[in-house]
């Protein structure tokens, strides 16, 4: 458990096996996995994807399909980890001041790592296309940038939202370099310090994501307000209702803070974390509503709306193409259970839990697994504000020509 004392308070026991730059890495990899399922399904069903991100069409249907190359680029990003991961074992066997000593080599995997997918235009034969456009993409979005809808909007949308759910991911990536740069330590291996850098660097980078979605909200706004106000528009009201919602992620993140760098070696004053809970409970809630209300096109909390005829069951929408009504109210209630998981701190037994090393890697993974769930419903609400309806109920749509590929669904290039 974490709470070893015989390793404590120089690495606990979960870094000896499972150092902080390895779990970084691990749920880099990961993410790329769930991508490579997001795309698969949703090609199944029949839901064009690249075409909602203005990815380019492939020029030969022989070429593999789009998801067939994100798990290629899986495959080997995750064939390297395993065997950098099993390499610093074979070399460490849990001794804590090997682990200290062997720190370079999980950093230099996860130089690789970051290198195969942002920075480095190696191996053309691996997904060279599709990690191109992450990096233009990435580079767009980092200053809070947005495309036009014909040059891809959604897909900067969908990045940058995603980016928010891996805003501890990143902030430990920092606290990983951070530990290994500074003079006095254990370096990268050493049990995590989020106070390396001083008491700001970390709640700035785990901030910057929302900032980047706030700031793309507004440019949106801006770009409604200049243009032509229609009854299909709207005045631009609903983005800066977007914009107010990850701004409620500062306070959260501002409170967190203060009670973690209290000074004179006294708790933090009370008041700071009731502060806390009431941010969490207003960002939790209202990013809840969103998720349901705007980014799924749900008619729960749309009194008029789910009363009518034609839905599909009540509070969901007319037409559902990810399944059955009853897998859309699992996932509304999984949504709002995830959105929560910062309540554990307020259980007296689970709070110590909730700030283990091993405790903090679960809630960082049970994010990410809610932001892959997620991205099923959102990319299936743009597909239907998109494609006109043809009349046709969902079931009659999803025939089962598709499962048996008497339907191909679109194929799409990744130069490979």
């Known amino acids: 458990m974490d709470g070893d004392p015989a390793v404590e308070p120089e690495l606990d026991s979960f870094s000896l096996t499972f150092p902080l730059p390895y779990r970084v890495a691990f749920i880099i990899v990961l993410a790329v996995w769930a991508w ?3 795309l698969h399904y949703l090609y199944l069903i029949g839901i064009d994807v690249p075409s909602l991100i203005r990815y380019p069409g492939r020029p030969s249907p022989h070429h593999p399909t789009h998801h067939l190359s994100t798990y290629r680029l899986a495959t080997v990003l995750s064939s390297i980890y395993a065997f950098a991961l099993v390499v610093f074992w074979v070399f460490t066997h849990r001794n804590p001041e090997l ?34 456009r992450l990096r233009s993409t990435l580079k767009r979005i980092s200053v809070g940038g947005l495309a036009e809808a ?19 991911v990143l902030a430990d990536l920092y606290v990983a370099l951070c530990m290994f740069f500074r003079s006095e330590g254990g370096g990268a291996t050493a049990r995590p310090d989020r106070g390396c850098g001083g008491a700001v660097v970390v709640p700035l980078v785990m901030a910057l994501p929302s900032l980047i979605r706030l700031r793309q909200c507004l440019i949106e706004y801006g770009r409604v307000r200049r243009g032509r106000v229609t009854e299909a528009t ?9 914009a107010l919602k990850y701004a409620t992620a500062f306070p959260v993140i501002v409170f967190s803070a203060l009670q973690r760098n209290s000074t004179g070696g006294q708790p933090p004053p009370p008041h700071y974390y009731q502060a806390w809970i009431v941010a969490c409970a ?24 789910r009363s009518a005829p034609d839905l599909k069951a009540f509070g969901l929408r007319r037409r559902l193409h990810i399944g059955p009504p ?14 929560c998981t910062w309540s554990l701190k307020l259980s007296p037994h689970l709070g110590r839990i909730a700030d283990w090393e091993g405790s903090i890697f679960v809630i960082e993974l049970l994010e990410v697994f809610r932001r892959w769930v997620w991205i099923f419903f959102r990319v299936e609400t743009e ?5 006109p309806s043809t009349g046709l109920e969902a ?7 598709y499962h048996n590929h008497n339907i191909q669904g679109p194929r799409y290039e990744d130069s490979d």
């Open 36 to 38: 490579g399922i997001n």
């Open 99 to 132: 682990v200290l000593a062997w720190d370079w080599l999980p950093l230099t995997y996860l130089a690789v790592l970051l290198g195969v997918l942002v920075f480095v235009p190696v191996f053309k034969n691996l997904s060279h296309s599709g990690r191109q």
């Open 150 to 168: 014909k040059d891809g909007k959604f897909g900067d949308i969908l990045l940058a939202d995603v980016l928010t759910s891996y805003a501890k």
């Open 234 to 242: 709207g005045w631009g009201g609903q983005h800066l209702a977007n």
């Open 282 to 305: 207003v960002n939790s809630l209202y990013s809840f509503y969103w998720d349901v209300a705007k980014d799924w096109d749900l008619t729960l909390f749309d009194a008029k709306a």
């Open 326 to 339: 009853a897998l859309y109210y699992f996932v509304i209630a999984l949504d709002l259970l995830l959105r």
């Open 383 to 387: 597909w239907i504000r998109n494609t």
């Open 395 to 401: 079931d009659d749509i999803l025939l089962p020509d």
